[in-house]
């Protein structure tokens, strides 16, 4: 048994709190409030991160109604929220715990003005031993909608707040290294050592507009996690105590340990919080520089440049070798349009065409590596930290 962690992040999944008809699971919702409930009076910090709002925003609607478009999830998300937090409200007051709703969009992570005032939002709530019950807004974002059942929101939170655990519940056992309701010899993967093999699940997307996740979302959420260094666990959340008996350490489902150097909480963001606004391609020597030697990216080893950015924005580096392999995501000191004419050139002279613009492209220290494990360009997650 070890101590249990400080800061406990939990994420239910739409599933594992709803049934096929929108309907809450009116057992497995209250043993999970009493198990977090109970951690929080022993002292622990807990927040939530709660899906269902879609779900049971359709079990309350007409059974004539049978809402598939973007508008109409964002609607059904309106109805089911309130209703799914005054649930939970309640069954947290018979034990004594004040919650707060906590709803967040992705410019709430991307932004960093937006970004410092949820955190400490989050943290007041932690110091005063309330428990958030936090949500994506899905009613105005439709992010999560898309992408994730909220995997990447409790990615996000957890590392918002520095959680120590981050438990994902799902309706399956954990990780499998493929899908077990297909391939009788799929077998559940315990621990997560070696990131690298994680290319070679198969880890599939959910079609359900339940539940938007499936396994692929959750092994980037706990590659985002544990490079913060989080611990994360993916388990069943309908298994009798399973958060109480995870965070008691536990071996329940899977398991993925922190990394052993994470990177800093500015590259973190920067790597999944960011979204990239195009792409620079650079040749062999620029490529080696970046990977090997941890050097800027200069004007003289870029080949090509796509899309329209303005300076100050994030791009995704590629070596052009071969099938373009992503390098790494860095804030850009030049806009597109500079960028083409300067690419290629030497510092000095690039510098001589456009006087006020700087040596780098992309500093070293605005520049984070992005080879190999799960990492999906584009998502948001994280945030920047003080």
């Not at 995704?316 to 030049?334: A, C, F, M, P, S």
């Amino acid at each position: 048994m070890r101590d249990l962690p400080s800061i406990i992040a939990i994420k239910i999944g739409s599933n594992t709190l709803t049934d096929e008809q929108g309907r809450i699971r009116g057992r497995v919702m209250a043993s999970r409030v009493a198990e977090i409930a109970g951690l929080a009076q022993q002292g622990h910090k807990m927040i939530l991160i709660s899906s269902g709002a879609i779900s049971y925003g359709l079990g309350l609607l007409p059974a004539s109604m049978h809402p598939r478009e973007m508008v109409e999830l964002q609607a059904t998300s309106a109805v089911g929220q309130g209703a799914l937090y005054n649930r939970y409200s309640r069954l947290f007051m018979r034990r004594g715990v004040t919650t707060a709703q906590v709803l967040l969009t992705s410019f709430d992570i991307e932004a960093r003005n937006q970004y410092l005032n949820a955190r400490n939002t989050l943290l007041k709530l932690l110091e005063w031993g309330i428990i958030p019950i936090v949500n994506e807004n899905d009613t105005t974002s439709a992010d999560e909608i898309r992408y994730g059942d909220n995997d990447f929101l409790a990615a996000q939170v957890a590392i918002l707040v520095k959680a120590d655990l981050l438990m994902l519940l799902t309706d399956t056992e954990g990780l499998y290294t493929c899908d077990p309701a297909i391939d009788p010899c799929a077998r559940l993967i315990e621990e997560v050592t070696d990131w690298s093999l994680m290319e070679q699940i198969e880890a599939g997307e959910s079609g359900s507009i339940i539940g938007s996740g499936g396994m692929r979302s959750k092994i980037v959420a706990a590659e985002m996690a544990t490079a913060a260094n989080i611990e994360v666990v993916i388990a069943n959340g309908g298994r009798p105590g399973v958060i109480t008996r995870v965070a008691a350490g536990e071996r329940i489902g899977t398991l993925f340990k922190p990394v052993k150097s994470p990177i800093s909480s500015f590259k973190l963001w920067l790597k999944y919080g960011r979204p990239s606004g195009g792409a620079i391609l650079v040749d062999d020597g620029a490529a080696q520089a970046l990977l090997k030697r941890g050097k800027s990216l200069l004007p003289a080893g870029i080949v090509r440049v796509e899309g329209s950015f303005q300076a100050g924005e994030a791009v995704d580096v590629y070596h052009r070798k071969g099938d373009r392999r992503l390098i790494g995501k860095g804030v850009t000191n030049y806009g597109a349009d500079e960028l083409r004419k300067i690419k290629g050139m030497r510092s000095a002279e690039a510098i001589k065409l456009l006087p006020h613009g700087e040596e780098e492209v992309i500093h070293r220290d605005y520049f984070v590596l992005c080879g190999g494990g799960t990492h999906v360009p584009g998502k948001r997650a994280g945030g920047p930290q003080k």
